[in-house]
């Protein structure tokens, strides 16, 4: 008898322990980002994304120096990802401050991890883009303002 109590408890703590449901992280984020009360892609514009750029006015004039600086780093390391005029592996950065603000934008390139940890608007495109998460370029806040000024030229 003391044999089966055993085993009932031994088996009620690894049911309720979790990690045996046999879901990947991906239909874990999936099922999380459902739950999420409000459509993350309806009132973006005040979303500044979570990292270091808490908010970002851009200049009217684009800076044509940081464009080509710009350039130079999205086709050196963001190309096997990401294609300008087109959906590839991840999204076009064509027209993206047209969806994004400029801080978000930042926040993604720089803090790749905790975005799609955290923020539900970043954890929408990890599901459309089937579990692909970004990958931290360790760009620094220089490098990456520059990736964006050259986005604004897309």
Known sequence: MKGIYTLITISFLLVSCGGGDGKSAADRIKEQAQMEPTDPYEN???NNGIGPIK?????????????ARGQEAYESK???CHKAEKKFIGPSPKGILERRTAAWVMNMILNPEE???KDPLAKKLLIEYNGSPMAN????EDEARAVLEYFRTL
Request: net charge negative.
């Open 115 to 117: 975005m799609v940890q």
């Open 55 to 67: 908010d970002l006015t851009l200049p009217a004039e684009i800076n044509q120096d940081m464009v």
């Open 137 to 140: 370029q360790n760009l620094t």
């Open 44 to 46: 973006w514009e005040s």
């Open 78 to 80: 963001c190309t096997a």
